[in-house]
């Protein structure tokens, strides 16, 4: 019955050139890569393994339930107290991932007497939480903010919340945050800020809401994902102590989740210390972030993720296996995962990349994109 109803679908997508597939990486490969979201190049760095190794040892290799039962460690609310510092928050809560944390925010802020206002490229896991809010959801185009402050204007609900990322995850460039937070706060909503691609990198780290000087306002709230410059999973709500409060109380994905493993926890909380004790990480992240975008004729961007536009989905793969096979390893990215269907080479930069690496990268791809 399975092939009948799901064989049509996969040749329909083969034929497309839009079928994923999983590519199991090898251990201890020696690919540059240029395709994953280790940012500050944290992931394989000996403070961050032991904190981790340590934590196993200690606590055990699960976190054994919710957070409200016995998946809360001293090592969580370490964190928390830690991040919501480095961040300028009053307060942070972790979940297990940054997914469940976007999910969970957003929900247990909606409801119908919530009008949602959301940037038309944000992420995945903000757009499936504004379908599970049960809110009205209107979706501005690109960094609108009129188009944010005429829905404000107009709308009947009592509250509200603009969705918004510090850094867009596909194009790499930022949001208004500014006139988003001024906006909001003139009509009375809040202002919800993704920045799981800021953390670790703008901001000289601490993320874009702080360098704009809106952390710590009571009507913005952030979200981040421990899983890319953090180095480790996990996902993390920022914001005043009430809302925290409040998200322990009414937020399902933190309810009925079992808590982060306490080695995750460990590994994010040692990447941010190193991130505080090597502050110029993010800007050897920025550095090669422009060599890459200026070697590829792209603007350069605000955030470390270069994207190059391609023909199509058949040449985007094509392109990405070519420079695999040459050692690089690039994301390629094509329908439904990139904003406006086209499609592109993903590269993204980290702090380790060296000037060797970055070169033989760039000869490489240059070739990949020879026609
Ligand atoms: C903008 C954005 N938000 C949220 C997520 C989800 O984070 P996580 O991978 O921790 O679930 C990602 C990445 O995957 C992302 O790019």
């Known amino acids: 019955m399975l092939t009948e109803w799901l064989g049509p679908k996969a040749v329909a997508l083969e034929t497309r050139g839009l079928t994923r597939r999983l590519h199991a990486r090898a251990a201890g490969d020696d690919l540059i890569d240029l395709a994953g979201n280790d940012y500050l190049g944290l992931s394989r760095d000996s403070r961050v393994i032991e904190a981790a190794a340590e934590a196993v040892c200690t606590w055990g290799t699960g976190s054994t339930a919710s957070r409200l039962v016995t998946g809360t460690t001293a090592l969580h609310e370490e964190l928390e107290q830690e991040l919501a510092a480095y961040a300028g928050q009053e307060s942070a ?12 925010v957003v929900t247990a802020l909606a409801g119908p007497g919530t009008l949602l206002i959301s940037d038309e490229h944000v992420h995945a896991s903000l757009v499936d939480a504004c379908r599970l809010s049960r809110s009205r959801v209107e979706i ?19 509250h509200a919340v603009v969705i918004t990322e510090s850094i867009f995850s596909v194009l790499s460039d930022e949001a208004p945050l ?43 709230v952030v979200t981040m994902t421990l899983s890319k410059a953090m180095a480790s999973q996990g996902g993390v709500v920022l914001g005043p102590s009430v809302l925290r ?92 995962s990139v904003p406006d269907n086209i499609s ?16 033989q990268a760039i000869r490489t791809i240059q070739t990949a994109l020879t026609p």
């Open 140 to 158: 501005v185009p690109h960094n609108d903010v009129d188009a944010v402050a005429k829905l404000l204007a107009e709308r009947n609900e009592r």
């Open 93 to 104: 809560l972790v979940f297990s991932s940054g997914y469940l944390a976007n999910l969970g």
């Open 344 to 359: 592109r080479l993903r590269l993204t930069a980290n702090a380790t990349l060296t000037d060797l690496a970055l070169t």
């Open 245 to 336: 409060d409040h998200l322990i109380n009414r937020s399902r994905p933190f309810i009925y989740d079992t808590g982060l493993n306490p080695a995750a926890v460990a590994a994010a909380l040692a990447a941010l210390r190193v991130l505080q004790a090597e502050p110029n990480r993010p800007a050897a992240i920025h550095a090669a972030t422009a060599r890459l975008a200026a070697a590829f004729d792209v603007p350069p961007p605000a955030g470390p993720i270069v994207s190059i536009p391609m023909p199509g989905p058949h040449e985007t793969v094509r392109a990405a296996n070519f420079c695999h096979t040459n050692g690089i390893r690039v994301g390629s990215f094509r329908p439904p």
């Open 178 to 220: 500014t006139d988003l937070a001024a906006t909001a706060q003139q009509y009375e909503a809040l202002l919800l800020v993704d920045e799981a691609h800021g953390l670790g990198v703008t901001g000289n780290g601490h993320g874009s809401v702080h360098a704009a000087g809106l952390a710590g306002q009571d009507h913005v």
